[in-house]
Every structure is written in C-alpha cells, then in structure tokens.
C-alpha cells in the first residue's frame, strides 16, 4: 500500500478513456460530461476502480462516497476552450470529445471576438452543471482542461496558423489575444466556484499544489523555441502573472529546448515531457518542481524490470525528491497492471530513502 498522506515525491496516473469503456463499460457521451447525476455516478466509479484495482490510498482517492465534481478529472481531456470559440465537438463512447477544426478564415479571424461565455455553448452547460450540483451537495469541486492557446489556436485557424507567424503576424496576435482573454475568463469562472483549475490538465496537480494553474503547451513542440520567445512567451508571462501558482504542460519530448525560457516566466510547477533531457531541465529550473511524464505507449511494451529501471534513472536525473513529481497519462488498455505497480513500487522505494 501506498500512502499519499504529506506526499513526498507524488505519484499519479490517468487512463485513457478506452482503458475505461473497455474495462468498466464506461461511455464517454454528451451526458459524461453535463449531466449533474452522471457526473456524481460516473466520478463515483472512478475513484472506487482505482482504489480497488490498485490498493489503499496511493492515489489520494479520499472517501469512496458521491462528490459533486463537475469536471472529468479523471481524464486528459482538453475541449472547452476551442468549443466556446465556435468548434463543434463530436462525443463519442470510448474516447475523449473530438474537436471539430473550425479552419477560419483571414476574415472569420478577424471578425471573432471574446464571447459572453455565460451564454456561450457549451460553458453555459458549465455552469448549469456547477449550479445544480452546488444546489444538491452545497458545494462543486473539479475543473476543465484549458488546453492551451498554441493547441487553440490550431483547432480553430489549422495548419495556417504556423503561416501566420512568417506571413501574417498581426492576425497570429490577434487570435492569440482573443483566445488568451477567453481562456483567462473560463478559467476563472469555474476556479471562483470551485477552487481549482488543473486537476483535469494533470491529476499530479491536486497532490503537489491543488491551486497550481497549468497552462499546456502540446503543440508548442511543433516550433522554434525563436518564434515561441516572439509570440508566444509575452502571453506565458501574462498568464503567470495572473494564474498564480503558476505552471507548464510541456508534454513533448523536447522541454529541455525551452527550458531556459521558461525559466523566465513565473512557473513553479513543470510537466517534463518523456524523451525530454531531464538533467538539462533541472539545471535551468533548480527550483521548480518537475513533474516526470512516463510514456503511456512504452508501458504497453516494458517489462516489470524495464520500467523500473527506467523511471529510477528519470528519478536519478531529476535532482532533489523534494521538488519532483511522477505521473503516467492517457494509458491504453494494453497497459499490464503489473507495470502500475512497478511504478509504485519504485515510488515507495525512493519514498523510504528520506
């Protein structure tokens, strides 16, 4: 059993929505995510498979009894943002909510502009959620991936977005300025009702800090770190500033390429993406908290001894325990329990060297 209560050196894992609807024949349909009685059932079941499956508290399930958590924090699933700016999402039964590519236009980019979100689809089923589950329980806990305004911008303008940087930098800063007060304004409305922000960006987000605010950067990878310094870090600095506790998703596995950069934001928390140069991280970011990302694909394939051997040499290269994280997320169904428990294990190993 593995205790998580003054969490040193936290742990965390999420499954893919398939290993679920495979597993526990749950279905990730419209009413998963809006309907306040699936919400509480659904959240329910989440916590009761892990503690059975996977034994005593090791992920801070708390009390097995219905909560009224309004967002999927069980899932890396990322949605709301780009539908309140007009994408279609398209639900289905063993995956996270599709996001329809809006492809907009010069014109249509130029015509968009920051929503009421309260009456905006579907943040106004957001809030209709929150609402009544506030009126039966007193209360709402939970949150909604916020993705991110590099992975917005491209569900909504597609691949022209990263000509835009080369061709039309105005237009690139004027979707960027949209989505960022969007963003901000979604943010906050469910954080002022709930607390939190980024349970649902990453689940280690509730054991290292609950009120952590991280901002993903999953497209990010996509370019050079030149044209992140130029458009996109004067808006990771203005987020910082105004999300605070502050912190980055780079789920890539290339975060040492920016590291230095981010070392001149606000951040104190960072998701260190699998196949990224740990060391390199570490040294630009002594004093953050790294949270280690290992890869959900290769749990598929490793052998017990090869995911222990590999997420001891991560832990070896994070520097100080007391500032690292480790978490594995979106695993697949052909993840073998006992490579969970190899994680554990080697978590309850380094726990005990304090």
Known sequence: MLKQNNIFLPFEVVFHPDWWHRNYNINFTEDYFFDPKKRVEVELLHRQVMHERFGGDWSDTGQLTPKPVMGPVHLAAGYLVSAVLGCQLRFVKNSAPEIIPKNMSDEEVLALKVPDITISEPMNKVINLMDQLEDEFGYVEGDINWQGLLNV????????????????????RRLLDVIYETTINIVNTIKNRTGTSSTSV?????????????HSNCSVTMIP???????????ENKLSKELEPYGIHHCGNDMHRFADTYATTNAVFFDV???SDIAACRAALP????????????MEQWSVKEVKTELERCLNEAGPLDKTAVCCINMGHAVPDENVFAMISVIDKYRKQI
């Open 153 to 172: 911008a491209l569900d909504l303008r597609g691949q022209q977005f990263l000509m835009d940087y080369h061709l039309n930098p105005p237009l690139a």
């Open 202 to 214: 990453n689940r280690i987000a509730h054991l290292v800090n609950p009120l952590l605010n991280v």
């Open 225 to 235: 770190v030149e044209l992140y310094n130029e458009f996109h870090l004067p808006y």
């Open 273 to 275: 993406g699998w196949g």
């Open 287 to 298: 004093d953050a908290i790294l949270s280690l990302r290992m890869d959900p694909v290769l």
